[in-house]
């Protein structure tokens, strides 16, 4: 396994960008679960505020008001039920600000994660281009250069503009390109590089997009979430 001294700095951000990503993603995932399991508790809460409120009042009119130790002790409780209940709903809309805030972060890190991808692929790509153009084979280049004088003897391209070193350039960029697209894909993943920076794009799963492609939406949407933050935060302070 490569170690962090002979790593590219190239492959050291994009790991980086990775990790960092999947962290900003579990937290996101972690709030949007917070706000399930509490959105389900507020609503078990009212439910159990209801069924209090009509067992309570039954039991008021059925003693003619006469306030037991145990019908005061329901009455605490369907009053515990309905705060419990409005507890619920003041977090989850600090919760649902913190969402929309993990998600910011998210677009963040995903477009490092993405921009970090891009620049390490395109620099493993791009080395072993220039590779492979040092390590040309000796008998392709004789092979092109015996082309060049065939053309200038049979010519193969027609028209006033053409140009031999151009129209052999193309004939041999066609030729070796279809022969590349030919190759199965596996071939490229037998690089260890390469399976860890990953063929393609890395998948955003779970980020909003649209936000993701707008600036100016995130620039809005966290000018508003930390208003409101502080509009809560002032009211605690009340």
């Known amino acids: 396994m490569s170690t962090t001294e002979n790593k590219p700095a190239s492959l050291i951000r994009f790991e980086k960008a990775r990790a960092e990503h999947t962290a900003k993603m579990t937290a996101f995932n972690a709030v949007a679960a917070d706000i399930t399991r509490c959105e389900k508790e507020r609503q078990e809460a009212i439910e159990a505020g209801k069924e209090a409120e009509s067992y309570w009042r039954t039991s008021f009119r059925k003693l003619r008001g006469n306030l037991t130790a145990e019908l005061r002790a329901e009455h605490s409780q369907r009053i515990a039920s309905r705060e419990l209940a409005d507890e619920f709903a003041g977090l989850l809309k600090e919760l649902e600000l913190d969402k929309q805030f993990a998600m ?26 220039e590779s492979a153009l040092r390590n ?103």
Request: proline residues 4%; contains cysteine; glycine residues 6%.
């Open 104 to 129: 910011l972060r998210c677009c963040a890190s995903g477009k490092e994660y993405v921009e970090a991808h891009q620049t390490a692929f395109t620099e493993f790509a791009d080395a072993h281009w």
């Open 136 to 238: 040309v084979s000796p008998s392709l280049l004789w092979a092109i250069k015996l082309r060049l004088q065939r053309e200038s003897i049979a010519s193969t391209f027609v028209g006033e503009d053409r140009d031999t070193t151009r129209d052999i350039a193309w004939l041999v960029g066609n030729a070796l390109t279809r022969a590349a697209i030919a190759l199965p894909e596996s071939i490229l993943k037998e690089a260890p590089l390469l399976e860890n920076i990953g063929l393609y794009r890395p998948a955003l799963t779970g980020v909003d997009m649209e936000l993701y492609n707008s600036p100016v939406r995130r620039t809005k949407m966290a000018i508003s979430v930390q208003a409101q933050l502080d509009e809560l935060k002032g009211g605690d302070q009340k």
